[in-house]
């Protein structure tokens, strides 16, 4: 059940990761320069590596990442939320 969750929560972290990238908020011109190499597609593979781990994590028998994943993606979601909806 974890793993659904694990990979659930991971769909919508690509999702939000994607709609804050197509934003052109300037608040992009201000992150590292790592972050632009790709054309962005850097942070989609950090966000796939952040994925994969709390995966295999959980599937190696540590539960608990699925509450550290599940509060990762809460904390990426209002800020995306907070980007797209210009409050920042």
């Known amino acids: 059940m974890a793993l659904i969750l694990i990979f659930l929560l991971g769909i919508g972290n690509f999702?939000?990761?994607?709609?804050?990238?197509?934003?052109?908020?300037?608040?992009?011109?201000?992150?590292?320069?790592?972050?632009?190499?790709?054309?962005?597609?850097?942070?989609?593979m950090v966000e796939f590596a952040m994925l994969l781990g709390a995966l295999l994590m959980v599937q190696?028998?540590?539960?608990?990442?699925?509450?550290f994943y599940a509060g990762y993606s809460a904390i990426n979601c209002l800020s995306a939320w907070?980007?797209?909806?210009?409050?920042i």
Request: glycine residues 12%; proline residues 7%; charged residues 15%.
């Open 82 to 87: 907070l980007i797209l909806t210009r409050r």
């Open 15 to 44: 999702t939000v990761h994607k709609a804050v990238l197509e934003s052109r908020h300037p608040l992009l011109g201000q992150v590292p320069w790592f972050f632009h190499l790709l054309g962005g597609r850097f942070s989609m």
């Open 60 to 67: 190696g028998g540590s539960p608990n990442w699925a509450w």
